[in-house]
């Protein structure tokens, strides 16, 4: 009697790791940090049927793709060429916000709140800018 119940709560524990993990953050990564935009309904549908099947991780799997921004679909172009990205930078290294918004409404044709709260910020170094060709300022 001990195999049966054994084999029923490891399957109940991988459904729920499965669950769990099934969210658009795992299944898109590259669009962490979207802070709006129209909502995908395939990773919203994997999410709904967590909500289904087990209610607590399907909410949890909701909450981390809205929290990250990986439910929402990218809205086309959304990069621009490091050497584009050059000119917002100052004589000091320092990068000058009004610049760099300019510049991203310009290649992009979007208004992006650079002040947002929720922006996730990523510094770099020396030798990442070189694997891109370009030089540090400071």
Do not use: W
């Amino acid at each position: 009697m001990r195999t049966p119940q054994r084999i029923v709560s490891g399957l109940l524990a991988a459904t729920l790791l499965v669950q769990l993990s099934g969210c658009g953050t795992l299944f898109y990564p590259e669009r962490r940090g979207q802070l709006k935009g129209q909502i995908d309904p395939a990773i919203a549908a994997m999410d709904a049927i967590g909500i289904l099947f087990f209610v607590i991780p399907g909410l949890i799997a909701f909450a981390v793709d809205f929290g990250t921004g990986a439910i929402y679909l990218p809205e086309g172009r959304y990069s621009v060429a490091p050497e584009r990205l050059q000119d917002a930078l100052g004589s000091d290294g320092r990068v000058d916000h009004a610049r760099l918004r300019a510049i991203l409404q310009q290649e992009l044709a979007r208004d992006l709140p650079l002040d947002d709260p929720r922006l996730i910020h990523h510094s770099g170094n020396a030798t990442q800018l070189a694997a891109f060709g370009l030089r540090p300022a400071a």
